[in-house]
């Protein structure tokens, strides 16, 4: 039923930032958690951070804590994934996802979004 849109990916250098926007194009997600995964070549799916759909449950993998914020607008429309001080190794395919509050699987996917850092 709902389908999400990222945007925002591209080529940046080392150290430099880029804002990721997943938007539904339905309303009926509102309830929803969201996360942001990412997937490098070769390697599996995974887990970069997430947010309760009101934003007050924040999560993030280790490997992005501190540098990548998770957020989302007041409308509650769009998801936000701002990326500070990346690093080669944050080079992946970045993917928005959905799942209803307190469920086990994200079951709503976007197609990624390119992002890719040079050194």
């Known amino acids: 039923q709902g389908l999400l849109v990222e945007s925002g990916g591209g080529l940046v250098q080392a150290g430099g930032s880029l804002r990721l926007s997943c938007t539904a194009s339905?309303?009926?997600?509102?309830?929803?958690?969201m996360g942001w995964f990412r997937q490098a070549p070769g390697m599996e799916r995974e887990f970069a951070a997430s947010t309760t759909w009101s934003g007050i449950g924040l999560k993030y993998a280790d490997s992005v804590k501190g540098r990548f914020t998770i957020s989302r607008d007041n409308a509650k429309t769009t998801v936000y994934l701002q990326m500070n001080s990346l690093k080669p190794e944050d080079t992946a395919v970045y993917y928005c996802?959905?799942?209803?509050?307190?469920?086990?699987?994200?079951?709503?996917w976007g197609q990624g979004t390119q992002v890719t850092v040079s050194s």
């Open positions: 996802a959905a799942k209803a509050r307190g469920a086990a699987l994200w079951a709503y």
């Open positions: 339905v309303r009926t997600l509102d309830s929803y958690d």
